[in-house]
């Protein structure tokens, strides 16, 4: 089994001795059914563990309800058909926990990084690939994503990685303040070990207790985001276990049905009424911050209306990223290939950004999101109307400057005309002020939705400005030497960020009328 654990040793995954505080919000005489709550545990501080009846259990009426300290095996609850109701629930990993409605996503998932939430953003309740070779950032960029979410549980797998990585985790989280409620992230974090001294079998069990505990969480009504780090262990798995059953190999020695194992874990990520919700209360919506009845009445008619008709229901989610290992960065190899088949968004990580130390080494030109349209009317409403015009501006300069660099790397940027002299700045002010993020600093590594679209407005603020001084016949290198732009740099490593963007545009302003 490995050096540290022998064969035959069983730890459950429960503490079956130790005693939680139980208190129930049902009743004697109360008809309850499938997956509906029953009462509310404080697992940890901040954080209620809503104890629900299982999936497979029949409609009854409670006959007793105890309230006091239990364990997970024993009885607290008795239904007039004679079953038994524990803390505990038992649920086959390969399947799929039953929902009341599944949902199309309408919220993002917020996470800090300024590359995710501005240009290739991730729905709640979507699918996200982060394919890449060996250090260009897989582990710590699936780790940003784990402390800084804003969903309210974290479900972090180690799939066949390095044990560092999970110690890392280990030490780490529990002395890291989670940015919603400023308690320490392990309270909200589950983590499922799988190193790559364990068993191959239990591999592909690791990948679905992961999903399955997730969906455990969602059915609470509560946002899931889990990371699966990495699939393409699970993938070796398969393919070993397949080759030791003598079963017909695929493409690079991969079992024929790896592509459907693949969709068949990434379609449980999804947001959804669960079976806890009760059958007439208004659904936990994105218009809770909105500043009148009115708005807030639209805001729902817009974001959340399906065949004509308000949902009803408190929504839980599960989001899937997971981290794919392709053998030398090759993304047409088989397991990258059959991740991007079934994800809706590519964070695609780039070995020559990462060895110019470029990070997170996020290639903005490959990777992309699906999910830009359906979030538009919730970065309008949240965060402001000019958001999606600026995203675009940004990428089409980006474009703009690939397209240009061929040219440099021939003549140089200074036989390039005055405007698109003007357009390599703008882009590397965009790459280094916005894309560029320190993950070990305290106040970069985690980056707010107001601070990113202030960065925007500032660096096409310069960019507006330039092309006006041009058109009044301004020398590009008066343009290029100004200092105002490269004190953007400041507001990434400052709480105070508001003041220093609004005095670098004023600085911005001044020098521009001066060499007009």
Known sequence: MGSFIQRGVDAPGLDHNKKWDFKPVKKKGDTVKAGEVIGLVEETPGFTHKIMLPPSINEGRITQINEGKFTVTETICVLDNKQTVTMAQRWPVRK????????????????????????????????????????????????????????????????????????????????????????????????IANTSNMPVAAREASVYTGATIAEYFRDMGYDVAMMADSTSRWAEA???????????????????????????????????????????????????????????????????????????????????????????????????????????????????????????AINWLNSYSLYLNTLEPWFANKVGSDWRPLVNQMMSILQEEEKLMEIVQLVGSDSLPARQQLILEVARLIREFLLQQNAYHEIDTYCPLEKSRMIMKTILHFNTLGNAALDQGARIKDILALKSKDKIADAKFNKEYEKILKNAQKEMDDEFQKIK
């Not at 919603?180 to 992230?185: C, D, N, Y």
């Open 96 to 191: 799929p926990r039953p929902v009341r409605k599944k949902l199309p996503p309408t919220a993002p998932l917020i996470t800090g990084q300024r590359i995710f939430d501005v240009l290739f953003p991730v729905a709640k309740g979507g699918t996200a690939a982060i394919p890449g070779p060996f250090g260009a950032g897989k582990t710590v960029s699936q780790q940003q994503l784990a402390k800084w979410s804003d969903a309210d549980i974290i479900v972090y797998v180690g799939c066949g990685e390095r044990g560092n990585e999970m110690t890392e985790v280990l030490t780490e989280f529990p002395h890291l303040k989670d940015p919603k409620s400023g308690r320490p992230l392990m309270n909200r974090t589950v983590l």
């Open 238 to 360: 398969m393919r070993e276990i397949s080759s030791r059953l003598e079963e017909m190999p695929g493409e690079e020695g991969y079992p024929a049905y790896l592509s459907t194992r693949l969709a068949e874990f990434y379609e449980r990520a999804s947001q959804v009424i669960p079976l806890s919700a009760p059958a007439k209360i208004k659904m936990k919506d994105a218009h809770k911050d909105a500043k009148t009845a009115k708005e807030s009445k639209e805001t729902n008619k817009e974001l959340h209306k399906e065949k004509g008709e308000e949902r009803k229901g408190e929504t839980g989610s599960v989001t899937i990223i997971g981290a794919v290992s392709p053998p030398g960065g090759d993304f047409s190899e088989p397991v990258t290939q059959s991740t991007l088949r079934v994800t809706k968004t590519f964070w695609a990580l780039d070995a020559k950004l990462a060895q110019r130390r470029h990070f997170p």
